[in-house]
Nanobody, 116 residues
Framework: QVQLVESGGGLVQPGGSLRLSCAASGSIFSISVLGWYRQAPGKQRELVAAVTTGGRTNYANSAKGRFTISKDNAKNTVYLQMNSLKPEDTAVYYC??????????WGQGTQVTVSS
């Protein structure tokens, strides 16, 4: 089992920044990809960014140039730095850990609201 605990969400004005953190514990050796997804009201959950154990990253088009995913292996933590936030970034953000056989672990989610 893998446990994922997110933190760092909140209310921010348009153009502002937030950094989300996701601390992983348990059988983290089984995880091959760590990522961030988000789900806005009435919409499907979508990938925002992901990073492999080898450090390769992948971003949604909406996140490119504004968001950066990174990980600290010593702390078993993955981060999502979000800059130039827009109202359409408002969503619940979920941390995801995917195993090599495509099993998904999820965190409880953290709310990000971008509003003036």
């Amino acid at each position: 089992q893998v446990q994922l605990v997110e933190s760092g969400g909140g209310l921010v004005q348009p153009g502002g920044s937030l950094r989300l953190s996701c601390a992983a514990s348990g059988s983290i050796f089984s995880i091959s990809v760590l990522g961030w997804y988000r789900q806005a009201p009435g919409k499907q959950r979508e990938l925002v960014a992901a990073v492999t154990t080898g450090g390769r990253t992948n971003y949604a088009n909406s996140a490119k140039g504004r968001f950066t995913i990174s990980k600290d292996n010593a702390k078993n933590t993955v981060y999502l730095q979000m800059n130039s936030l827009k109202p359409e970034d408002t969503a619940v953000y979920y941390c995801n850990g995917r195993t090599g056989n495509w099993y998904d672990y999820w965190g409880q989610g953290t709310q990000v609201t971008v509003s003036s």
